[in-house]
């Protein structure tokens, strides 16, 4: 049941304005903030949850989240204090659009706009693990998006101690599936089942990036599919029906005839059953990304990764030595205290989640494949050795019973292992031949990284879908300029060949076609005055686009 919004707390410099909405623990707000003048989001702890280990959690999260503000695509924290009615609040960036578990119950994502929320999230996610945190509630609810589309991770999973009424991006969902982000509960803690990969079924799971990279893929599947990745129209999609399937690999088919087979293939490998099988990282699962939107001759979404610019395109495997100096310290963050423990027995007996560490990920700069030829099978690459597994589970119940056989639908596919037996690329129904031979496919071509592999024509009937030679990209000749609602953006290509022609969208979460530019400058209608106007703009070559300059009016 919907417990009612808290009041908002009287917070100095800052006025009230409506409720944003209701986390199991806390409420979130929209303030006027009054200087800088802004709007902002204010998460305010619930007074009926003020105790000791709320208010560590509480705060931790606001740490954590304040470790990674910093990047483009996770929510920014501004500010942390305790309110005068003695609780803990913090302020973070607004975000205006709707998440993606709005956007996607309204309408699936076009290819191109879930290509793109893939590469940034897995930045995001990637960033987080250089930093030493594991996100482990990575689903479409938790990315937030802000006034230019973009999306924004959010709750980094230390928020909540649990309650009776389990938080629902804490819970896993029991009943139908319907509502995955909102309802039931069945005792697991700590992970929307959902998205959870299998691993976080066991008993005593260990997490480890691996299991971000599950989700993450499951979240992007989803948003392309318009339904969570194992749930089965018209068949039970209960808690212990979702785990079954999840624990064999019975992906429903997508019911989209426009997904290249290389995306489907990606997102197979980024929700593979073992995690040996998946991509050994968020960077991996990102690129992978990105080649297919290479193939598809979209503007490649940029990785906003720290240092990844020190990796060397053409490195060979990685060599160590000099790297290790890039690796950035283990981020330390401390364990979220534990709540009393609930009577024996209970179904929720393990309900307060811990933070969970990793030691940080090496740099992205760290992080090289091996020289994987176009044939070479899967390797780990170097990153997965010194992978770090030293994570801090949070206390937990028993994992849940697997459902006797019976209650496995006909369609999922016989199970080929007993409890967490060897299952790689299994899926369902008729595509299933067809689907397990792209995951192979994409197996042996996305086994390196797109600079290793070269030309990677994935699903793409034509061999030289990827094109190798960069394309430049443009740069801002000159500030931007407005009349009235009409802004230019003057713009050189740095090195022009001919029959390069500059192209041009609005930054938008909704993708907008391209359109071709006149001249040598962007000149785009329709800025209105406290709104900043954000373009792409690309040379177009040969067919393929550069990789987009992005840049506002007014400049950020
Ligand atoms: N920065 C923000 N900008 C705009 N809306 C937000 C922001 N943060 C949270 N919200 C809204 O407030 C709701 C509750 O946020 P919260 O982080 O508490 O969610 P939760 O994950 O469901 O709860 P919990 O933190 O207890 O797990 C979200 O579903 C979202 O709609």
Redesign the pocket.
């Known amino acids: 049941m919907r417990r009612p919004t808290s009041s908002p707390p009287e917070l100095p410099g800052y006025s009230y304005v409506r409720v944003?909405?209701?986390?199991?623990?806390?409420?979130?707000f929209?303030y006027d903030q009054q200087l800088p003048k802004r709007r902002v989001?204010v998460?305010v702890l619930l007074l009926d949850e003020l105790t000791p280990a709320n208010r560590a959690a509480f705060v931790a999260?606001a740490n954590l989240m304040a470790q990674l503000s910093a990047h483009p695509y996770i929510?920014t924290i501004y500010h942390a204090d305790v309110a005068s009615d003695d609780r803990p609040y913090f302020v973070?960036?607004?975000?205006?659009g709707p998440?993606l578990g709005e956007r996607y119950k309204q309408a699936p994502l076009a290819v191109a706009d879930a290509l793109r929320t893939g590469v940034r999230l897995s930045s995001a996610v990637q960033t987080a693990h250089q930093a030493g945190i594991l996100h482990r509630d990575i689903k479409p609810?938790?990315v937030?998006s802000n006034d230019y589309g973009w999306p924004?991770l959010?709750?980094f999973g230390i928020?909540?101690a649990v309650d009776d009424a389990l938080?629902?991006?804490?819970t896993t969902v029991a009943g139908a599936v319907g509502d995955t982000s909102t309802s039931g509960t069945s005792g697991q803690v700590g992970l929307s089942v959902p998205w959870s990969p299998p691993e976080m079924f066991e008993d005593d799971p260990d997490p480890d990036v691996r299991s971000d990279v599950f989700s993450l893929a499951a979240t992007i599947w989803t948003v392309l599919a318009g339904q969570t990745p194992f749930e089965v129209k018209g068949r039970g999609n209960g808690t212990l029906d979702l785990i079954g399937r999840i624990e064999r690999g019975a992906i429903t088919p997508m019911d989209r005839t426009d997904i290249p087979r290389s995306l489907i293939a990606v997102l197979q490998k980024g929700m593979a059953t073992e995690r040996e099988d998946r991509f050994a990282s968020a960077l991996d699962f990102g690129r992978a990304l990105q080649r297919v939107e290479m193939e598809l001759g979209y503007a490649r979404t940029e990785l906003e990764v720290p240092n990844l610019h020190l990796e060397a395109p053409e490195r060979p495997a990685d060599t160590g030595g000099a790297d290790e100096t890039r690796v950035r310290q283990v981020a330390t963050i401390e364990a979220q205290p534990v709540a009393a423990a609930p009577p024996p027995g209970g179904a929720d007996e393990t309900r307060v989640r811990s933070t969970t560490t990793i030691e940080a990920q090496p740099s992205a700069a760290h992080v090289s494949m091996p020289p994987a030829a176009p044939s070479a099978p899967v390797t780990p690459p170097v990153v997965v050795d010194a992978l770090p597994s030293e994570t801090v589970v949070r206390p937990r119940g028993p994992a849940p019973q697997q459902p006797p056989p019976a209650q496995v639908e006909s369609v999922d596919p016989a199970p080929t292992r007993s409890g967490r037996g060897r299952v790689v690329g299994i899926v369902v129904g008729v595509l299933a031949a067809l689907v397990v031979a792209a995951v192979v496919v994409g197996i042996v071509l996305f086994g390196g990284s797109p600079e290793e592999a070269g030309p990677t024509p994935g699903a793409s009937s034509s061999p030289d879908a990827v094109v190798p030679t960069i394309i430049p990209v443009p740069e801002l000749a000159s500030a931007a300029t407005a009349e009235g609602t009409v802004v230019t953006f003057p713009v050189t290509n740095p090195d022009p060949e001919d029959g390069d022609r500059l192209v041009w969208r609005l930054s938008r979460a909704d993708q907008p076609q391209l359109k071709t530019a006149e001249g040598d400058a962007v000149v785009v209608d329709g800025y209105t005055e406290g709104t900043p106007l954000c373009v792409d703009i690309m040379i177009l070559r040969a067919g393929k686009t550069s990789d987009p300059l992005t840049t506002c009016y007014p400049p950020a």
């Not at 973070?92 to 205006?96: D, I, P, V």
Request: net charge negative.
């Open positions: 944003l909405g209701s986390g199991g623990f806390s409420d979130v929209l989001a998460k999260e929510v973070m960036e607004y975000c205006s998440s609810a938790n937030l924004a959010t709750d928020s909540s938080p629902a991006h804490t």
